[in-house]
Each structure stands twice: as structure tokens, then as C-alpha cells.
């Protein structure tokens, strides 16, 4: 079940809608040649223009582009109100640029692979405890993160998460089979790798923590970690060789794709 949209939001999705119907007419663009252009439908472009649709940035940036709105819409963009650590955001930016992202999780399943309830679940248990409309944004917010693993482009993405992420139990027995039944589907992708560490492979070389490692094109690459209530994004290049060596010898002592999907199945059952 979506968030729920309060009365401020909606009028500022309302008057997002407007305004790319007013662009793409004068600009004599169709609702179709709007979807071809943003990576998205017909009826998409229809709903998001009468209010119905929430849009995401990624359909805000491309339909500005697309309409030489020059900033008009990402202004007018609903999400540009919600609450949004300025650190994250930041990170959330780059992420939808990379070519290949690499994750290695060992305290919950990631953020690109959360069901919704299980996200609500997370969020939810913040402390200091945030407000349930800030909930809600966040909870948008980080669904909206997922639209690039839907793109027609997605980008290559290989995560390594830690056995203990998916025993932990979040919510209720029905979040989390929803859960790992969502983590099933997802390494069904052909740009989607999934492995499990598993506890019997005893220590490692991660494991001081989780991080994410991002190659933005051939020759650069990023490395994004987190510490409470800030995240740091390190383009240093002997700090970026060191973790995609890491994240390499994860690989190398994980469970296969095809035997995390096993698993994983046997946690649901």
C-alpha cells in the first residue's frame, strides 16, 4: 500500500502535473513521445499529469530535458520538498549515474532490495524516532531509489549480504517471507547478482562494515560509507582500489548467485 499523500503533497504533485502538460503541449510532444523520451508510458505520463501519479526524479529530469523546461520542473518536482539528509541525497544522485554498483550489507537487506513494509519496518525503528510523515517521505523516497533497477539502462549491480541481514527478523513472519520472496525475483535479473555470506565462512575482510563501491565510467570509481547520521562519498583512488579488492574477495568466499537463491528459499520455507 503506497504512503499516504498528504493534502501539501498532493497539491504540489497537482501543480507538477500541470506544468508538464503545459511544456509538452507548447512544445507539440504526444503523452507517447514524452514516455519514449523519459523511459516510461503513455499511461504514466497521463497519470503523472492529472495528479494521479507521484513522479519520480529520474522522470522529472529527463521529461525537463525532454521539454527544455531549464530547471522548471526539477524546482516544481514533489520530491524537492520531502525531508532528505543532505549527505543522502547526495549519494541517491550519484547512485542513479553509475554504471556498476557494488554493495556489501552485513547488518540489513539494502535499501535497492527492500519490499516496501520491510523498508517501513526499518525506517520506523529510527532513533531518535522520526515523525510518521517523515516516514512517509523517507519510505518514498527510497522506493523511488529502485526505479533505476527498472530503467531501460539499469546498471549492473552485485550485492554480498551477510547471513545474519536475513535471519534478523523485521516486522512480522509475512514481511519477511514478502521479503526474501522479493530478494528471489530479484536475482532472477540478468543485471542483478545476489550472494550470501554465510556464518560458517567465519571472518573476513569486511568486517568492520558496510560499503558501496560505484564505477561512474571506465576510469572513475567511487566509494560511498556511512557513519550515524552522515555518509561519505571517497573518490581517493588507493582507498577505491583497496575496497573493489575487498568487495572481490567477498565475491570469492560468498555463496554462488545460484546457490544464494537456494538459501534464500530456505529461509522462506
Sequence with gaps: MPPKTTPAEQAAINQFGAEVRR??????????ELGELTKTSKQQVGSIERGERRPSKFFAQEADRALNGHGRLLDLWPGAKRAQPWWFQKYVDIEAKAQVIQEFQPQAVPGLLQTQDYAADVLGASFPPVSLEEQERLLTSRMERQEILGRDNPPLVHFVIEEGALRRSVGNRTVMNGQLEHLIERAQQRHIQIQVMPFNRGSHGALNGAFITLR???LECLVYAEVPENGHIIADLDVVALCLERFGALRGL???PAESIEFIASLKE
Design 23 to 32: 511544456l509538452r503541449e507548447f512544445a507539440d510532444v504526444s503523452q507517447r
Design 216 to 218: 561512474m565510467t571506465l
Design 254 to 256: 560468498a555463496l554462488s
